[in-house]
């Protein structure tokens, strides 16, 4: 490479303040011509940020301030504008990432993500094992969609899958055959127990609807009541909960089959739980409880996905899926108007990750 003239140029950049006091660095860099090329070429410091109006030290303190306050909030705390902010932040979660590797997962959790109005969504899928995200795209929910993570997996690392947990939606499903068949599909507790919540409200509101003018007192109000673990309730949620039980049979039944079956989930043989399940939905006759016969229907198409649990080698931690969504929640209330999406998919890969 052929150098022409150089110059050079002061430039003058944040660093971390002391005190009150607010710290800037004035540093020469030098700009040559390159004859090769044509172009004009900058002075590399490593002491600098992407940015280069600020140091690297004060880009992750940025970046690491970011991990527990709102964009708005951290701007105004260091008097920067609002998008160096974002951008300082960004630069951050990208170093993380590249420190992070190249994921080999051995165990995914797939799930979708609203990010708008209108039924647009996106996929999320986690390695299990290491407990962080490790993809979040797709245009929709669809199988194409979902293929699109295993093309920038790799066909290599994509036939080392050995589990998928996932909800019953078939397009991912059938893209995970078509791309890791090796790979054993399992349903995940947290969406076949929302299927079986949903089932139990919809017998909540017909029994609304039958009854009249001061029986109906017991279950106005009390859909979170009855759906929500008992041992997770108030005290004031338990008194309440017992009033309506006592008051109306027919919830107090649909409560405790709901109750009961999470202990489909701690059967280590598959023989086992199948009888379980028989004993469940034998329980259902003459009870009068069309979307519990709906929901045992729906379990009986689905069971592969459900009893591939009672596997050794399949038990992971099924909560991690269900808690990454929450948290997933929680970055989109605090971003709440932001409408880049580059910025939601870092903040997303990077919550787990530990600071830089």
């Known amino acids: 490479m052929h150098f022409g003239w150089y110059d050079r140029r002061v430039r003058r950049v944040r660093?971390?303040?002391?005190?009150?006091?607010?710290?800037?660095?004035?540093?020469?860099?030098?700009r040559v011509l390159c004859r090769s090329c044509g172009h004009v070429k900058r002075e590399q410091l490593a002491f600098l940020a992407d940015n280069p109006f600020y140091t690297k030290r004060f880009a992750i303190y940025v970046g690491r301030r970011c991990r527990q306050a709102t964009i708005k909030d951290i701007a105004q705390e260091l008097k920067l504008d609002w998008d160096s902010v974002k951008i300082l932040?960004?630069?951050?979660?990208?170093?993380?990432?590249?420190?992070?590797?190249?994921p080999g997962p051995k165990a995914i959790g797939i799930d979708e993500i609203s990010?708008?109005?209108?039924?647009?969504?996106?996929?999320?899928?986690?390695?299990?094992?290491?407990?962080?995200?490790?993809?979040?795209?797709?245009?929709?929910?669809?199988?194409?969609?979902?293929?699109?993570?295993?093309a920038w997996l790799g066909e290599k690392k994509s036939s080392?899958?050995?589990?998928a947990v996932m909800d019953m939606w078939k397009p991912f499903r059938m893209a995970t055959q078509a791309h890791a068949a090796q790979a054993a599909i399992l349903f995940d507790k947290f969406h076949v127990m929302r299927h079986l919540g949903e089932a139990l409200d919809t017998v909540r509101k017909s029994e609304y609807a039958r009854l009249q003018g001061r029986e109906r007192r017991y279950i106005k109000g009390q859909k979170y009541t009855l759906l929500s673990r008992k041992e997770n309730l108030t005290l004031e949620g338990r008194k309440s909960l017992k009033v309506l039980l006592a008051a109306?049979?027919?919830?107090?039944?649909?409560y405790v089959l709901k109750e009961s079956f999470g202990?489909?989930?701690?059967?280590?043989?598959?023989?086992?739980?199948?009888?379980?399940?028989?004993?469940?939905?034998?329980?259902?006759?003459?009870?009068?409880?069309?979307?519990?016969?709906?929901?045992?229907?729906?379990?009986?198409?689905?069971?592969?996905?459900?009893?591939a649990y009672c596997r050794p080698e399949n038990k992971v931690s099924l909560g991690f899926v269900e808690g990454l969504n929450n948290k997933i929640r929680v970055i989109q209330r605090r971003a709440y108007g932001l409408r880049n999406e580059e910025y939601l998919r870092l903040k997303?890969?990077?919550c787990m990750l530990p600071p830089l």
């Open 15 to 30: 660093d971390l303040s002391c005190g009150d006091a607010r710290i800037y660095v004035e540093v020469e860099v030098r």
């Open 89 to 102: 932040e960004m630069q951050y979660m990208r170093a993380q990432l590249a420190k992070a590797g190249t």
């Open 115 to 150: 990010i708008r109005k209108g039924h647009n969504y996106r996929i999320v899928v986690s390695d299990l094992i290491r407990r962080r995200p490790i993809w979040f795209g797709g245009e929709d929910r669809s199988e194409a969609s979902m293929s699109k993570f295993y």
């Open 160 to 163: 080392r899958i050995r589990l």
């Open 248 to 254: 109306n049979k027919r919830l107090n039944t649909a």
């Open 263 to 307: 202990e489909l989930w701690s059967y280590e043989r598959e023989g086992w739980a199948r009888r379980f399940f028989e004993n469940w939905r034998a329980s259902l006759k003459w009870q009068r409880l069309k979307p519990y016969e709906k929901f045992a229907e729906m379990i009986d198409r689905h069971w592969d996905g459900i009893a």
């Open 348 to 350: 997303v890969l990077t």
